[in-house]
């Protein structure tokens, strides 16, 4: 049997190919992870956007809250509740705010414990303002009284 002298060359050439095959397998590996730190770190900046954004309208609502906000009084204790006084607000300002269908005017209702009378916060300040127009409406047979606190 006379040996092929081709053989070493084949081979050679077969390892030189593999060694290039392994080095792009591995600079393609490197890339995609590359890629995918590089979409990390646009996910957490902005998630750290939003979070920047959500303490900037928090903090813009507190600055704003007494100018939001109403004094509700002279209610009929044990017949006025929350979900009524919302309905009120809430009805009454909806025709005149186009974001109500989605955002409703009022963000919070405290009712005294003793039900004599409630505070009322809005959305905006404008919202407020409006809601001071009921003042003297007729809820369960009693005038309230609508003003600021």
């Known amino acids: 049997i006379v040996p092929n002298a081709a053989a070493p060359a084949i081979m050679t050439v077969s390892l030189e190919m593999q060694r290039a095959n392994a ?16 979409h990390q770190q646009q996910f957490i900046l902005a998630q750290m956007k939003h979070q920047q954004e959500q ?11 007494k100018q939001r906000e109403i004094y509700v009084g002279n209610l009929t204790v044990g017949l006025v509740t929350m979900q009524m006084l919302k309905d009120l607000f809430n009805g009454a300002l909806s025709a005149m705010d186009a974001q109500s269908a989605i955002n409703p005017p009022v963000v919070n209702l405290a009712l005294d414990p003793s039900g004599k009378f409630c505070f009322v916060e809005f959305r905006t300040e ?18 309230i009284k609508v003003g600021r606190p």
């Open 23 to 38: 080095a792009a397998a591995a600079q393609a590996l490197q890339q995609q992870y590359l890629a995918q730190q590089q």
């Open 55 to 65: 303490q900037s309208k928090a903090a813009a609502l507190a600055a704003t809250k």
């Open 126 to 143: 404008e919202l407020a303002n409006l809601a001071l127009h009921l003042d003297k409406v007729d809820l369960c047979g009693r005038q």
